[in-house]
């Protein structure tokens, strides 16, 4: 990566060996910041404004203006997976995203894969833009094919597993074929971002909670899959949520993970793994001085780790304030050598 900053891969290749400590946020980009909201209030549609490769790149550079951070993420959504697949979705306020249909109403939905990546170019001519644009590595993200199965199942955020178990247990095998429709339109779709400029995958499984010793049938399989059609020189980030990673580690060939909060990253940091996330955004209402204490802390207890990346264990709400964060930030960084 030439002169560019490239301790996040460094670290992800547990090989960042200076005693600094590579930073990015979940959602780093989004609704707690007002220069987001300016741009967000143009649109009533959150797609409407994602189909905008302009737009995105501006919304990816935001936090890059704001804070000291190692790494940029493609402003897109894992929504647009079913999105190009025929079933589009809407963000209404309050609700979270409703799909325009949903296995539950309607058993015979369709998946279309035929146009599935072309529907998808607005998000690798972003990608393209912004790769032109930073000094810093570019992850890409996908959502995990079983993440992308539960909203299609549900039509909406879920509630809670009972309807989807039900499902799994009469119908595995249509199940199984949604699962494999997704997963080859997601192999092409990390494919052209890796082609368009994406430096390493992230592959948000936020629902494999929900599954537990089904959770290698339905999940763990097709996330191996597609890991193992990655080019090797492209690190591949692991996000589950409602799950600790021991149970993960052993049966994938991904060596890169993003706890959740509930998960405790010091059972895992002396693994040969690469590690981030399991901070508590909520933390950042903590008041100025202790979170400075909290930077302090952590820097002085990861920063000989050559595997560690400060990450959050789940995405930034709108109800965090950007300077708090800021200061955080500042103090972890400027520790760094
Ligand atoms: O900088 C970034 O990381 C932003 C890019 C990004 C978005 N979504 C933009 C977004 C990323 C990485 C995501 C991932 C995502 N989207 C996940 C995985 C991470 C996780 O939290 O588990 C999931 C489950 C989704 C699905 C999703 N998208 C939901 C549930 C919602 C609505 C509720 C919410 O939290 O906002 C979205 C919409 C969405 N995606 C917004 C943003 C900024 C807000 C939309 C708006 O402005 O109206």
Redesign the pocket.
């Given at each position: 990566m030439n002169s560019k900053n490239s301790i996040l891969l460094d670290a992800l290749r547990r090989e960042n060996n200076q005693e600094n400590i590579p930073i990015w946020?979940?959602?780093?980009?989004?609704?707690y910041l007002p220069e987001?909201?300016k741009i967000?209030s143009q649109y009533s549609d959150?797609f409407d404004?994602?189909r905008k490769p302009d737009i995105c790149k501006e919304?990816?550079l935001q936090?890059l203006r704001r804070y000291p951070l190692d790494a940029a993420?493609?402003?897109?959504?894992?929504?647009t997976i079913p999105d190009a697949m025929g079933v589009p979705v809407k963000?209404i306020?309050g609700k979270?995203?409703i799909f325009s249909d949903s296995i539950i109403k309607n058993p015979q939905l369709e998946l279309k894969s035929q146009n599935a990546i072309k529907n998808l170019d607005y998000v690798f001519e972003a990608t393209k833009l912004i790769k032109a644009d930073i000094n810093v590595p570019l992850i890409g993200?996908t959502?995990s094919p079983w993440?992308l199965f539960v909203?299609l199942f549900y039509g909406e955020?879920p509630k809670n597993r009972n309807e989807i178990s039900g499902y799994l247990k009469n119908n595995s095998s249509n199940a199984h074929s949604y699962l494999k429709a997704m997963t080859e339109v997601i192999h092409e779709y990390i494919d052209a971002q890796i082609q368009s400029g994406a430096d390493c995958i992230?592959i948000?499984d936020?629902?494999g909670g929900m599954l537990d010793q089904d959770y290698e049938e339905f999940s763990l399989q097709y996330i191996n899959e597609l890991a193992k059609s990655i080019p090797s020189n492209i690190p591949i980030i692991l996000?589950t949520?409602g799950k600790t990673i021991d149970s993960i580690i052993e049966s994938t060939p991904i060596s890169c993970f993003n706890l959740d909060i509930s998960d405790n990253i010091d059972h895992h940091i002396n693994k040969s793994i690469a590690i981030q996330g399991n901070f508590d955004p909520q933390k950042f209402h903590s008041d100025v001085n202790e979170l400075e204490e909290l930077a302090t802390k952590i820097f002085e207890k990861y920063k000989k780790n050559n595997n560690y990346i400060f990450n959050l264990g789940?995405?930034i709400?709108?109800d965090i304030d950007p300077d708090k964060v800021g200061i955080f930030l500042e103090r972890l960084s400027s520790l760094s050598s």
């Open positions: 946020l979940l959602r780093q980009a989004g609704r987001y909201m967000r959150f404004m994602i919304l990816t936090p993420i493609t402003f897109t959504d894992i929504l963000f306020k979270g995203p993200f959502g993440t909203y955020s992230q948000f936020s629902w996000y949520r789940s995405g709400t709108p």
